[in-house]
């Protein structure tokens, strides 16, 4: 099977089929991660670049380290210390690195839309890493893995994202990828920081009640708020909105129901999720972690187009 799609830009466009695939595929690969050699020699003639105009922890080291699993060459590309601080364009930078005979770009930055930009201009198949407020699809990727994962399913699945939902890539690939795969969804968090009209546009539920949204869900996936791409106040303080929409453990005793605690990372402890919270039996915030990289080699592979080969 292959996918749909030439470039990974953004969950929006794929289809249920694409995601089972990736999902099915992630699996496999996880598999081979659990092996004394981790290695497999999939992409041993590929070379990707990783272009990263934006600070990253995991998402950089996991595609980096799913490239080296599949044996691809690997090139490691930071615009502060690139010709892109002297001034260079996005498109004349991929373009010099293409012509050193790279295959596949892995790409983050703050601009929304640049990885689509991209896709327009040059022959490469590219993997969104996160562009701006737009999508984050491997992230999604992995969140539907650990889901299916911890529960056993995402059809049917009732899954609360909670917190900056306005500036949040993880929030709307997130939201696509459940809608597609038949997930039930509730967005929690202050109305300064949830966009209007999302339930219409989406076919989402929205609230305002935290302790409403964690006794409804079976999933809680709990998001950073993000002051850098806040240009005003959007909440009276970071205290307060901890004491409005934190995610506490006192929270979850009130629950008397299993319930499962997600965050992409990376976390502002005490504000958004409760240390206790966030390393307590509820949470599986570092198996998404390592759920990502056998994510990130199941796109990877599958873009390059190999599944038929092996
Ligand atoms: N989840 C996520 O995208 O984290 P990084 O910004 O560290 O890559």
Request: aromatic share 4%; net charge neutral.
């Amino acid at each position: 099977m292959k996918l749909s799609t030439k470039h990974l830009l953004g969950i929006k466009d794929l289809n249920k089929e694409d995601i089972q695939l990736i999902l099915s595929t992630a699996g496999q690969f996880k598999e081979v991660l659990q092996r004394p050699v981790k290695k497999v020699p999939s992409l041993r003639d590929i070379t990707i670049v990783n272009l990263f105009y934006e600070n990253s922890t995991r998402t950089r080291m996991s595609f980096e380290l799913a490239e080296r699993r599949l044996s691809a060459d690997v090139l490691n590309f930071t615009a502060s210390s690139s010709s892109a601080a002297k001034g260079e364009t996005l498109l004349d930078t991929v373009n010099n690195i293409l012509s050193m005979k790279v295959d596949l770009v892995v790409m983050r930055h703050s601009a929304s839309g640049a990885p689509h930009f991209l896709a327009k201009h040059i022959p490469a198949a590219i993997v969104n890493a996160g562009d701006g407020i737009n999508e984050h699809p491997t992230q999604a990727l992995l969140d539907a893995f650990s889901m299916q994962e911890k529960t056993g399913r995402i059809e049917g699945l009732k899954v609360a994202i909670i917190g900056d939902i306005m500036h949040s890539r993880v929030a709307l690939s997130n939201m696509y990828l459940l809608k597609k795969m038949g997930a039930e969804i509730t967005v929690v968090g202050p109305p300064t920081l949830i966009p209007k009209y999302l339930e219409e546009a989406l076919g989402v539920r929205v609230t305002y009640n935290v302790q409403e949204a964690l006794q409804w869900c079976d999933v809680a996936n709990v998001l950073r708020i993000q002051l850098e791409r806040q240009n005003q106040p959007l909440f009276s303080s970071l205290r307060e909105y901890n004491l409005a929409y934190g995610i506490k453990q006192k929270m979850l005793d009130k629950l008397n129901k299993e319930i499962v605690i997600m965050h992409p990372g990376p976390i502002n402890r005490g504000v958004e999720l409760d240390s206790d919270v966030a390393d307590g039996p509820h949470s599986i915030i570092l198996n998404q972690v390592e759920n990502g990289v056998a994510v990130r080699m199941a796109a990877l592979y599958l873009l390059a187009g190999r599944s038929d080969e092996n």
